[in-house]
């Protein structure tokens, strides 16, 4: 695997990494949905491959909304290869076929609404059974989180430095709707009021891709004096292409429009800051963010 992950409880995973980490955060593939762009998905994967990416995904890797008893089914929406008896199953032999070529850059996975509503509904845990199935097969560690958890990024500084730093994610896939305004944004508010000790809040869910910066300030009893930091809050998108057009079909009839399709990069780097006039010295874990939308 390009990082490892040690597990401390169902939904809390740290990683040791050293002074510079490049992240490739994803959310709502789909990828068994026929509108699933699995052009670009591949692209993004295979340059995550090149650049020695960890990819994460948070939230409905897959769409299974074609199983028996689902009312949402619809025989448009089920790809030729899962249209059989076997519907659950040929989904998840045919994902780690597809997936094996970054099995060791795959290192965790949450939940979405899709996979715990097939979970609820045909008492299967269709993520879980992919993940073990993947690791069997490849020898990988990819680590299964929760629909909200926590991943923890220790980064060591280089040989015969001091002073490393840690990076902490919060992830929770969604609730609610996005909002033709408000695009979701109105939920890193809320997350905000019941979170704390974070440096990156993470969404997925409504479709939408953004990244802001949320400033916040406490009391340092032992300074004396008032510090402040930035929250990174990101939304990444999803790789179902449903409007097409707007021809019609269940998002179209909604009156939703276009969504962008990708993720983002999140290159973690541990720094020294120097400032003769305040006489800073220090070290801090810088993150970057980029969306990830075009083909590379």
Request: aromatic residues 10%; glycine residues 12%; contains cysteine.
């Amino acid at each position: 695997m390009i990082i490892n992950l040690e597990r401390f409880g169902s939904n809390v995973h740290v990683s040791k990494v050293g002074p510079k980490q490049l992240f490739l955060l994803l959310s709502d593939l789909h990828w068994d949905n026929p509108h699933c762009d699995r052009d670009l998905l591949k692209n993004h994967l295979d340059e995550a491959v090149r650049r020695n990416a960890a990819i994460v995904v948070n939230g409905d890797f897959f769409c299974l909304m074609q199983g028996k008893g689902d009312p949402r089914r619809s025989k448009d929406d089920i790809r030729p290869e899962h249209n059989n008896g076997r519907y659950l199953d040929s989904i998840i032999e045919t994902a780690v076929e597809w997936f094996k070529p970054y099995a060791k850059h795959l290192v965790l996975l949450g939940y979405g609404n899709h996979e715990t509503g097939v979970l609820k509904h045909q008492e299967t845990d269709i993520l879980r059974r992919f993940a073990d199935l993947m690791n069997y097969q490849n020898g990988t560690n990819i680590q299964v989180g929760g629909y909200g958890g926590i991943l923890s990024v220790l980064m060591d500084p280089p040989v015969g430095k001091n002073h490393g730093r840690q990076y902490v994610i919060h992830y929770f896939h969604g609730s609610g709707g996005g909002g033709v305004v408000t695009k979701g944004v109105i939920q890193d508010q809320r997350i905000m009021a019941s979170v704390e000790g974070y440096n990156c809040t993470w969404q997925g869910h409504v479709h939408e891709l953004y990244h802001h910066i949320n400033m916040v300030h406490r009391y340092d009893p032992h300074a004396r004096k008032i510090v402040q930091r930035y929250i990174d809050q990101v939304r990444t998108s999803t790789y179902k292409e449903e409007w097409d057009g707007g021809v019609g079909g269940f998002h179209v009839e909604k009156g939703r429009g276009p969504k962008p399709l990708g993720g983002y990069w999140l290159q973690l780097e541990l720094v020294r800051l120097r400032g003769r006039k305040e006489k800073v010295d220090e070290t801090k874990v810088v993150s970057d963010f980029t969306a990830c939308t075009r083909m590379y």
